[in-house]
T-cell receptor
């Protein structure tokens, strides 16, 4: 699985858009990109997943450039409740579902 | 949506005892489940892959005789921490995959184990 690199922490204010970028230079053809959100003492929750270009759902957007060596999770108009750790990881679609998490980005949203 | 439950949500036990943690996929069948461990302020670390009807596959450095995994049905996997010690105190999380959904993992709420 490709190794991922994310910023350790980010600060933002309520109502702002937050963009968290993840680097995965060695991403393979079969790898897809998934982002998870984790609150303290809870299991990570799936946010969004993509393979290329742009994916959008009700909570976030995921931007993936053509070379797929990075991806950016975009959270529109964050609130205090979005304070959490966000994990980016890549997984092989041909492999057996396993996921390995990197260190994650600790997002703190301030009032 | 796909829901994964874990039981218990927290457990405190004495050193030397064994603790069993259950992971259930409530509304879907999961041929594969994963067990993770998370120490404070650290990322999740994959411990093992649990396959229904076969032996679990353990990550390097994880003692298979200490962390017993049983995946007896398509909706239940159990992790038993045998002869637990204080250093086993951690947050244990399981996940299950929904086949045909780009292998998206659905995570349980986690179990906090404290060994005294």
């Amino acid at each position: 699985l490709a190794k991922t690199t994310q910023p350790i922490s980010m600060d933002s204010y309520e109502g702002q858009e937050v963009n968290i970028t993840c680097s995965h230079n060695n991403i393979a053809t079969n790898d897809y990109i998934t982002w998870y959100q984790q609150f303290p003492s809870q299991g990570p929750r799936f946010i969004i997943q993509g393979y290329k270009t742009k994916v959008t759902n009700e909570v976030a957007s995921l931007f993936i450039p053509a070379d797929r060596k990075s991806s950016t999770l975009s959270l529109p108009r964050v609130s205090l409740s979005d304070t959490a750790v966000y994990y980016c990881l890549v997984g092989d679609m041909e492999d057996n579902n396993d996921m390995r998490f990197g260190a994650g980005t600790r997002l703190t949203v301030k009032p | 949506g796909a829901v994964v439950s874990q039981h218990p949500s927290w457990v405190i036990c004495k050193s030397g005892t064994s603790v069993k943690i259950e992971c259930r996929s409530l509304d879907f069948q999961a041929t594969t489940m994963f067990w993770y461990r998370q120490f404070p302020k650290q990322s999740l670390m994959l411990m093992a892959t649990s396959n229904e009807g076969s032996k679990a596959t353990y990550e390097q450095g994880v003692e298979k005789d200490k962390f017993l995994i049983n995946h007896a049905s398509l909706t239940l996997s159990t992790l038993t921490v045998t002869s637990a010690h204080p250093e086993d105190s951690s947050f244990y999380i399981c996940s299950a995959g929904l086949a045909g959904d780009w292998d998206t993992q659905y995570f349980g709420p986690g179990t906090r184990l404290t060994v005294l």
